[in-house]
Each structure stands twice: as C-alpha cells, then as structure tokens.
C-alpha cells in the first residue's frame, strides 16, 4: 500500500491562507443577504444537483436533525424545497425554487466581483491552470 506523501509546507500554508481569504468572501456575502455560512453551502451546491437530504447532511458533515432545521428554515425564506426522490420514494431531495435560483445567481456574480482582484493578478494561462488543479484538487477528494 503506497503512503500518502506529506503535501509542502509552503503549499499547504498558502492553499490554506487563500481559503481563508475566499471564506471571508463568502462570510461577508452571506451576511448581507442574511444568510449563514452553513446555508449559502447548501445553495452553493444545490446550485448544479438535486441531492438527497441524507447525501447533502453527508457532504456537509451535519447531523440529519441539523439538515432538516436548515432546510426547513430555508424553506421558509422561499429558497428551496423538498420532494420525493423518484427513485427511492422514501427519500426526499432537496432543490432551490426559482427564488433561491436567482439568489443564487446574485451571490455568484457577487462573488466573482469579489474575488476578482486576487484572480486578475494572474495571466489568463495561470488563471486556466489553477483552475485545472483545483478542479483536479476536488475530484481526488471525491474518490
């Protein structure tokens, strides 16, 4: 079995300093739509899926009885709703409603302008790169 190799000390730091920066983005953002950290998550990732309430609990490390007062307080606000899963009926999915959907759309571009300063530093091949990597990044995660 190969063992997995102790990433950089400088890379690790900056991934970690860059996470920073970009959670402070989203932190900022959230607030002032009024929203916390934990459900500008569930909208960020409902944004391209339509997951079950237990695979989204899952992917954000909460407890089910967390997910379902999120959800429900979501809900409330217009943003998403909840349906049977058509294949599994004793599942429910979770998506945004258009109202969250256009939220979501707002928040993006939101975020894009944020961040834009940091990423316009760098050539468009640097951009594109990173780009790659980190996509890269977030599938070997996956696996």
Same mark, same amino acid.
């Given at each position: 079995m190969k063992q997995a190799s102790m990433p950089d000390e400088g890379l690790a730091d900056a991934l970690t $300093?860059? %996470?920073? #920066?970009? @959670? $402070? #983005? *989203?932190?900022? *953002? $959230? $607030?002032?739509h009024g929203l916390s950290l934990s459900l500008i998550r569930v909208l960020g990732i409902l944004w391209d899926r339509r997951p079950r @309430?237990?695979? +989204?609990a899952d992917y +954000? /490390? +909460?407890e089910k009885q967390t997910m379902s007062g999120l959800i429900t307080r979501a809900e409330k606000r217009g943003l998403v709703a909840r349906a049977p899963n058509a294949e599994d009926g004793r599942a429910t999915d979770v998506f945004l409603t %258009?109202? /969250?959907y256009e939220l979501m759309k707002q928040l993006r571009v939101q975020g894009q302008q944020a961040l834009a300063p940091l990423i316009e530093q760098l050539p468009a091949s640097d951009q594109q790169l990173l780009q790659e990597i980190l996509?890269? @990044?977030l599938e070997a995660r996956k696996g």
């Open positions: $300093a860059t %996470s920073f #920066v970009t @959670m $402070a #983005v *989203i932190n900022r *953002i $959230a $607030a002032e @309430m237990a695979e +989204l +954000l /490390g +909460l %258009s109202e /969250g996509q890269r @990044m």
